[in-house]
C-alpha cells in the first residue's frame, strides 16, 4: 500500500448517511426499469402524458434564448413569470393577484422538497393518506422525517378519507398534514367540505397544511356539479396562514421534461424560500420561466384538448377493464390515473412483471404506493394516446382471460 492510499475503514457504501442510504428505490422506477427492455410493452406506468410541449410554449424558450436569456436569475423567479403566475391564480380561483406568493422551483418534486425542508427535521412527523405518490414519504426519510401514511379504506366502491382517523394520527411531534387532491393514484377529488375541515383542524392545531393540487385541471365532474377545476385549498385558506402548495407546468402543459414547477407560500416567509432555492439548485433556467410564463397566458386551449382526450382515454379504461366483473375501482374524479384491483391477482409485484413479459403492458404496482395500495391494487395511466390505449386494454383483458 503506497503511503497516499486510504486506511481501510470498510466498504464506501457503508459511509453513507443512513436514512438516505437505506431508502429504497421507487416502485414505479423499479417497473420502469425492469421494462426498458420489453421495446413493445405500453407504457402505461408513467405519470405523464404522451403529448409533447406545444410549439407555442417551446417557440418562447428558443426566441428567449435567442434574445440572452441565459444567464443567472432571479432566485425566487423572473418576475414575469410570477406576475404571470398572480394573474393565472386569479383568474382561476379569485386569490388576490399578487406575484409575491409565488417561487419558481425545479418541478413540482423540487417544491415539495423545499417546502419539507421549510416546515419539518429530524424527529418531526408529517401526516398523509394513503395511497400516496411515493414520492413524499421517501424524502422525508431522506430528511429524518417521520411520514405517518394513514390507509384509506376501500369500502363500497369509493375510497373513504375517514377525516377522524386522519386527526388522530396527529400527535404533538406532526408538522403537517399532506393533502394531495386530485390524487395520484387514486384520482379521488377531496372535496370542499372537507379541504374546510381539515384547514379547521391545521388551524386548531397550528400545524402547516402541505397541499398537492398539481392534478387540479384535470377534473371530471359527476352530475350536476358545474365546476370545471377540482375544489381548492385556495379557495378556503387565507394568504398569510400555514399553508404551502407544491406545483407544477408538468402535467397541464405537457412539460414533464423541462423541470418546472412553482411553491406557493406566504410572503412573510419569502426570504426563506428564497434562501432555500438559493443554496439548492440557485434557479430555474430563465429562457424556460419565460416559456413558463407563456404557457399559462395563452395555454387555455391546450388544456382544454388534454382535458378532452384524458376524458376519452378514462372512457376507453371503463367501456373495457372498467366493464370487467373481475375488476373492482374507483371512477376517477381528476388526474389521470385508474387505480384497480383484480380479483386472486394479490401480488402486484410480482405481477406488473408478469404483465410487462406476458401481455407488453406495464402498469405500476399498487405496493409503490404505500400501506394504503398494498398488494392487489395497481396504477393505469390513461392520458395517453387513444389507440395505444385501445391495444393496451385488448392485451391485458385477453392476458386476464387466460391467466
Ligand atoms: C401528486 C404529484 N405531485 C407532484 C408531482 C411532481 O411533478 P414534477 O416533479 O414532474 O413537476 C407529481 C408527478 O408525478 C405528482 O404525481
Redesign the pocket.
Known amino acids: 500500500m503506497s503511503e497516499q492510499q486510504a486506511p481501510d475503514i470498510g466498504p464506501v457504501f457503508d459511509a453513507l448517511k443512513p436514512d438516505v442510504r437505506d431508502e429504497p428505490e421507487s416502485g414505479i422506477i423499479r417497473v420502469a426499469n425492469y421494462a426498458w427492455q420489453a421495446e413493445d410493452a405500453i407504457k402505461l406506468w408513467v ?1 405523464e402524458g404522451d403529448l409533447p410541449t406545444p410549439d407555442f410554449i417551446c417557440n418562447a424558450a428558443a426566441e428567449a434564448m435567442a434574445r440572452g436569456e441565459t444567464f443567472y436569475t432571479w432566485q425566487r423567479g423572473i418576475p414575469t413569470l410570477r406576475e404571470a403566475l398572480g394573474r393565472y391564480h386569479n383568474r382561476l380561483f379569485g386569490v388576490p393577484n399578487d406575484p409575491e406568493n409565488y417561487f419558481i422551483t425545479g ?3 423540487q417544491a ?1 422538497h423545499l417546502a419539507l425542508q421549510a416546515i419539518a427535521g429530524a424527529g418531526d412527523q408529517l401526516v398523509i393518506p394513503s395511497p400516496a ?1 411515493p ?1 413524499y414519504a421517501a424524502p422525508m426519510r431522506m430528511l429524518q422525517i417521520e411520514p405517518v401514511e394513514v390507509p384509506m379504506a376501500f369500502e363500497s366502491g369509493v375510497w373513504q378519507l375517514d377525516l377522524d382517523r386522519l386527526f388522530d394520527a396527529v400527535t404533538d411531534r406532526t408538522r403537517a398534514i399532506c393533502l ?1 387532491s386530485p390524487s ?1 393514484p387514486l384520482g379521488k377529488v377531496t372535496s370542499a367540505d372537507e379541504l374546510i375541515a381539515v384547514r379547521d383542524f391545521c388551524r386548531k392545531r397550528g400545524i402547516w397544511l402541505l397541499g ?1 393540487e ?1 392534478y387540479s385541471r384535470f377534473y371530471y365532474p359527476g352530475d350536476g356539479d358545474n365546476r370545471t377545476i377540482a375544489p381548492s385549498l385556495l379557495e378556503c385558506c387565507e394568504p398569510e396562514e400555514r399553508l404551502i402548495l ?1 406545483n ?1 407546468f ?1 402535467k397541464n402543459w405537457a412539460m ?1 421534461g423541462w423541470r418546472i ?1 412553482w411553491l406557493q407560500a406566504p410572503q412573510s416567509i419569502g426570504q426563506v424560500v428564497e434562501n432555500l432555492i438559493q443554496y439548492n439548485t440557485s434557479g430555474v433556467a430563465s429562457f424556460m420561466q419565460s416559456a413558463a410564463a407563456v404557457a399559462l397566458d395563452e395555454g387555455e386551449p391546450f388544456m382544454a384538448q388534454q382535458l378532452e382526450r384524458a376524458q376519452t382515454g378514462l372512457q376507453i379504461v371503463l367501456d373495457t377493464l372498467g366493464a370487467r366483473g373481475d375488476v373492482q375501482y374507483q371512477r376517477p374524479e381528476g388526474a389521470f390515473y385508474f387505480f384497480f384491483r383484480v380479483e386472486g391477482m394479490d401480488s402486484s409485484d410480482a405481477n406488473t412483471r408478469r404483465m410487462i413479459d406476458e401481455a407488453g403492458v406495464g402498469l405500476a404496482p399498487g405496493t409503490a404506493f404505500g400501506p394504503g395500495g398494498e398488494d392487489g391494487w395497481y396504477r393505469l395511466c390513461f392520458a395517453r394516446s387513444h389507440d395505444s390505449l385501445r391495444t393496451a386494454m385488448d392485451r391485458l383483458c385477453t392476458w386476464l382471460d387466460k391467466r
Request: charged fraction near 5%.
Open positions: 405519470g418541478g413540482g418534486m415539495i405518490w414520492n394531495n395520484n398537492d398539481v407544491a407544477t408538468s414533464t414547477g
